[in-house]
């Protein structure tokens, strides 16, 4: 069975970092990306980063281009985001996510999603 635990939220002020930590365990096939997503009350869920199997290529939502950072350690199965410069507006439940089914690793078709871990920065 897969589980998916993140940690690392909590509350800052603009302008600010977090560094979000998922650990994986069970079986994940690692020929397809992961992701970190998040959601605010009254939003859609959206893509804020994905990274691919070995690491190499990133991917990036246009809100953290340039303040977000999404990073995998597959000895230690844990997959990060680094957040820099935040902003009131990344204020949401923050989510790790396996198994991409969709055609970009961006969009919020994955298989196994974590609990969520919140995320509040206020100005």
């Known amino acids: 069975q897969v589980q998916l635990v993140e940690s690392g939220g909590g509350s800052v002020l603009a302008g600010g970092s977090l560094r979000l930590s998922c650990v994986y365990s069970?079986?994940?096939?690692?020929?397809?990306?992961m992701g970190w997503f998040r959601q605010a009350p009254g939003k859609e869920r959206e893509g804020v980063g994905a990274?691919?199997?070995?690491?190499?290529?990133?991917y990036y939502a246009d809100s953290g281009k340039g303040r977000f950072t999404v990073s995998r350690d597959n000895a230690k199965n844990t997959l990060y985001l680094e957040m820099n410069s935040l902003k009131p507006e990344d204020t949401a439940m923050y989510y790790c996510?396996?198994?991409?089914?969709?055609?970009?690793?961006?969009?919020?078709?994955?298989?196994?999603w974590g609990q969520g871990t919140q995320v509040t920065v206020s100005s």
């Open positions: 996510a396996a198994g991409a089914k969709g055609a970009s690793c961006l969009s919020p078709l994955y298989t196994f």
């Open positions: 069970g079986y994940i096939y690692r020929g397809i990306c």
């Open positions: 990274i691919s199997s070995s690491g190499v290529n990133t």
